[in-house]
């Protein structure tokens, strides 16, 4: 898998959440991560949001483009209700479409 970003879109990012794209790669080697499909955000493309650990949980907006690209739209620290339902919450299923990815 091969990430890329716009390069003028990763500096904002970093101005307004201090992460940097790079960073936000570490998120997807998590084993425990999980995502959803983020369905609000477009209408024209398939986008998913997903927490995983880089140094702390972040939550990573992207999109896969062809058969080996991820492309990161905005990266992020995560919210402490984000961090719960990461850690599994209540310890049953995960709320609001959240599912561990397979590894």
Same mark, same amino acid.
């Given at each position: 898998m091969a990430?890329?970003?716009d390069p003028v &879109?990763? $500096?904002a990012n970093f101005? &307004?959440?201090h992460i940097h794209f790079l960073t936000a790669e570490y998120a997807f080697d998590d084993p425990c991560r999980i995502r959803r499909r983020d369905d609000d955000s477009s209408i024209t493309e398939d986008r998913y949001q997903l927490i995983?650990?880089?140094h702390r949980a972040l939550v990573v907006v992207y999109t896969e483009e062809?058969?080996?690209d991820t492309r990161i739209?905005? $990266?992020r620290v995560a919210e402490p209700f984000e961090r719960r339902i990461y850690h599994g919450g209540t310890g049953t299923a995960y709320p609001y479409g959240w599912e561990r990815?397979?590894?």
């Amino acid at each position: 898998m091969a990430f890329i970003w716009d390069p003028v &879109k990763e $500096a904002a990012n970093f101005r &307004k959440h201090h992460i940097h794209f790079l960073t936000a790669e570490y998120a997807f080697d998590d084993p425990c991560r999980i995502r959803r499909r983020d369905d609000d955000s477009s209408i024209t493309e398939d986008r998913y949001q997903l927490i995983g650990m880089a140094h702390r949980a972040l939550v990573v907006v992207y999109t896969e483009e062809g058969e080996d690209d991820t492309r990161i739209l905005s $990266a992020r620290v995560a919210e402490p209700f984000e961090r719960r339902i990461y850690h599994g919450g209540t310890g049953t299923a995960y709320p609001y479409g959240w599912e561990r990815v397979e590894p």
